[in-house]
């Protein structure tokens, strides 16, 4: 198949990206992904020309680190066979482009609505009315929880079909949150009501999605931040890691009611936030990361501070985690339940930790490098095998402890910060450009295109929930409803950063 | 046991004894204080995000501002931040911070319903609410409950369903998908009950403000009884708020 290569935050004209007709678009596609583990879809998505849709498919290969693009010109009143039908990695984008564009799949398995975004098109389709898998039989029963749920979360509905307490089938129903982000962000022309709203699109990543919008901003007028900035960005993205591990760790404990494990790692998060908040001026880092400049330069009394509380987070979180990880009441909890096994999750094309879990290699900081990454930090993924809760608890307490190495590593050598002044930044015009992140739940991928005179015509967001709400309904299958909580904490996922 | 009891023993003191005087550590973008000092207004009203700064004179609108930070920066000598996190009010007009005046955000004594402190004076369940929050508030919410604020000290807590609350705690800008589902857990919610706004999206929409994608109608609909601003709200001006509409 002809396609075009970038690397991560590079950019490229519009016109470079080749167009190819849908039959060789969709066989290239599916080609390259066949028995190809280390290839995945960061992005599959549509942009209007004129009457007709061009679809452009992002592949990123993790071992030559480079992102496979091409695109088909399609008219959306056709139908077309599905990629799904060959390779559930689409799912989700094609019934986006089903519920936005009005794309019709002859064969796609699943084309429900996605996130009943206001701008879809079929306004009959509304969020009281998805159309739930349903079961005939007459010895299972439905349980329906959501969209509030009991605890302080965000709201998202999920129905269970069970036999007795066996959950037999889950179907999750998202939408709930969603803000019209996208289209915000092509209407907003300030940058600082751009990064407003990155900050804001799922407020546990504040530093990820930042970040993956300031890198993909920067490449876009053609700007090099600086050692500093980098550093400030890779410094933040390790930080929140450890925060809302330690904070999840805490959750965990919570759902199997280990009441010390609940206290402690709860009570360990707060430094970590309160660091973050003493350098800028907010627990979740709203604020810090910025396009071409810095408000909060990282000082060596900074620094000096982050070493002493470090030094004091280590020990406590070792005993408690000690005795957490030894405790027969909470192995047996965690051991086993909710397991996704490798060949699903390359099924579903999950990432991040939930990749790692079940032990796909999917780590952007090794496979597409960025900030510092590659650079100052070699960054090794932590990989288990079992696909369980414990194996998603393991890989928590595993990064934490790297990402406090890392951090080690990066305050041996502060740079100096500049005083920055806002930078006139410009954006480039017929260009398309890329950025992926690390976060804490795994890849994030934001990618823009500009007009002739560098206005975004396309804003796109994808956050790793994207890919790994599936992996939870597969998890908790068999497995008792009441498991169902340890289940959904320890992946986390975020609504907000799904539903957009 | 007894590791169980070294390691609770290790963790020291945790717990804020006093939170109505605690202080958040570092920097803190709390309450603005605006000189009289002449700028380009032009400027400074159109740098900012959301729309919070207007002019003739200038003020800061806490209920729309994101706390960002970027006004004064640019502006030192027209703005800072004071550390003060104590900007909960139960009248929207009193989150308007206008040029030279120095004051605290209060509550309007006069507007707090009766009932208020006469019922849930010494015990108050609340049923929170995220209609499309970033999960930022919903987690400081949830960090109000922690070893370190421990908000039930003083009656306070959250529950898990409407039918055992006394009012709506509300994050986020309220889209149109959840319109539904928080007008029936209001309905829910038994009488006399009262409703709190957590964070500027929910106060004003934030960011999300003219965002076709919401419907802010049930706020136009029922009385709002505290305002607490922030992006996210620090867990300390929650529960300040909460207590300044339960005590006197
Ligand atoms: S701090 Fe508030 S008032 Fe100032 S620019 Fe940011 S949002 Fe606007």
Redesign the pocket.
């Known amino acids: 198949m002809k396609d075009m290569t970038i690397h991560n935050n590079t950019t490229i004209a519009l016109n470079d990206i080749p167009k190819l007709n849908y039959d060789n678009f969709m066989e290239g596609n599916l080609g390259l992904l066949s028995e190809k583990p280390e290839r995945h879809c960061v992005l599959y998505f549509g942009c209007r020309e004129d009457e007709l849709l061009r679809l452009i498919c992002c592949l990123a290969d993790d071992e030559t680190h480079l992102i496979h693009i091409s695109s088909s010109l399609v008219n959306p009143s056709t139908v077309l066979p599905s990629f799904t039908a060959q390779n559930a990695n689409f799912e989700k984008f094609e019934r986006e482009l089903h519920e936005n564009f009005g794309l019709k799949y002859a064969d796609h398995p699943w084309l429900k609505p996605l996130r009943y975004a206001y701008n879809r098109l079929d306004l009959s389709q509304t969020v009281e009315n998805y159309p739930f898998c349903q079961s005939e039989s007459e010895e299972l029963h439905e349980v329906g929880v959501g969209p509030i749920h009991a605890g302080i979360i965000e709201p998202g509905h999920f129905r269970f079909i069970c036999n007795g307490e066996q959950i037999m089938h889950l179907e999750i129903q998202l939408g709930y949150q969603h803000r019209g982000i996208e289209q915000l962000f092509l209407e907003k022309k300030k940058l600082?009501e751009r990064t407003?709203l990155a900050e804001n699109i799922a407020g546990d990543t504040t530093i990820g999605h930042t970040t993956a919008f300031v890198n993909l901003w920067e490449s876009l007028c053609g700007f090099t931040p600086d050692r500093s900035l980098s550093f400030a960005r890779t410094l933040a993205q390790e930080l929140e890691r450890i925060a809302i591990h330690t904070g999840d760790l805490s959750g965990v404990c919570t759902d199997i009611g280990y009441q010390l494990g609940h206290s402690v790692y709860g009570r360990l998060r707060t430094p970590i936030i309160n660091f973050m908040q003493e350098w800028s001026g907010n627990r979740f880092g709203k604020g810090l990361i910025r396009a071409g400049k810095i408000n909060y330069p990282f000082t060596p009394e900074l620094a000096e501070r982050l070493q002493a509380i470090l030094k004091a987070y280590e020990p406590d979180f070792d005993e408690i985690t000690e005795m957490f990880f030894h405790l027969l009441s909470t192995l047996s909890r965690m051991e086993k339940t909710g397991v996704v096994s490798y060949e699903k999750v390359l099924e579903i094309g999950t990432v991040g930790m939930s990749a790692r879990m079940s032990g796909l290699n999917r780590d952007i900081r090794t496979s597409h490098p960025y900030n510092l990454y590659g650079s100052t930090i070699v960054h090794e993924p932590i990989l288990k095998h079992h696909g369980d809760v414990y194996s998603r608890v393991q890989i928590r307490k595993q990064e934490i402890k790297q990402s406090i190495g890392y951090i080690r590593t990066l305050l041996e050598n502060v740079p100096e910060f500049p005083k920055t002044e806002n930078p006139i930044l410009t954006a480039g015009g017929d260009i398309f450009v890329l950025s992926l992140v690390e976060g804490w739940r795994g890849e994030i991928c934001h990618a823009a295109i500009t007009d002739a005179s560098g206005n975004l015509i396309v804003y796109k967001i994808k956050d790793p929930s994207h890919h790994n709400w599936m992996a939870l309904a597969e998890a908790v299958q068999n497995n008792e409803i009441s498991d169902f909580p340890i289940c959904n904490k320890s992946f986390n996922l975020s609504y907000s950063g799904h539903d957009l | 046991m007894s590791s169980n009891i070294k390691i609770m023993w290790h963790q020291g003191k945790q717990y804020i004894p006093d939170v109505t005087t605690a202080k958040v550590p570092g920097i803190f973008?709390g309450r603005?204080v605006i000189s009289t000092v002449k700028v380009n207004e032009d400027m400074l009203v159109d740098?900012?995000?959301?729309h919070?700064?207007s002019a003739n004179p200038i003020c800061?609108d806490l209920g729309?501002?994101?706390?960002?930070?970027?006004?004064?920066i640019l502006f030192p000598e027209k703005?800072f931040?004071a550390k003060d996190c104590k900007l909960a009010t139960n009248q929207r007009s009193r989150l308007i911070v206008r040029e030279g005046e120095d004051q605290p955000v209060t509550l309007n004594p006069n507007m707090v319903r009766d009932e208020i402190r006469r019922i849930f004076g010494r015990s108050l369940k609340l049923r929170q609410v995220s209609a499309g929050g970033d999960n930022s508030c919903e987690m400081e919410l949830n960090a109000t409950n922690n070893v370190n604020f421990d908000m039930s000290r003083f009656g306070i807590d959250f529950v898990a369903s409407p039918r055992h609350a006394d009012g709506l705690v509300i994050t986020g800008p309220i889209t149109a998908n959840m319109a539904e589902p928080l007008e029936r857990c209001y309905n829910a919610v038994p009488n006399p009950k009262i409703i709190i706004l957590a964070g500027t999206d929910a106060i004003s929409g934030g960011i999300f403000a003219d965002s076709p994608a919401l419907n802010r109608d049930f706020l136009s609909r029922h009385t709002i009884d505290l305002y607490v601003p922030g992006n996210p709200v620090h867990p300390l001006t929650f529960i300040n708020g909460v207590l300044s509409l339960l005590r006197k």
């Not at chain 2, 740098?47 to 959301?50: E, G, H, Q, V």
């Not at chain 2, 729309?64 to 970027?70: A, P």
């Open positions: 600082l407003t | 973008r603005p740098l900012c995000p959301t919070a700064i800061i729309k501002c994101t706390f960002c930070g970027e006004c004064a703005i931040f």
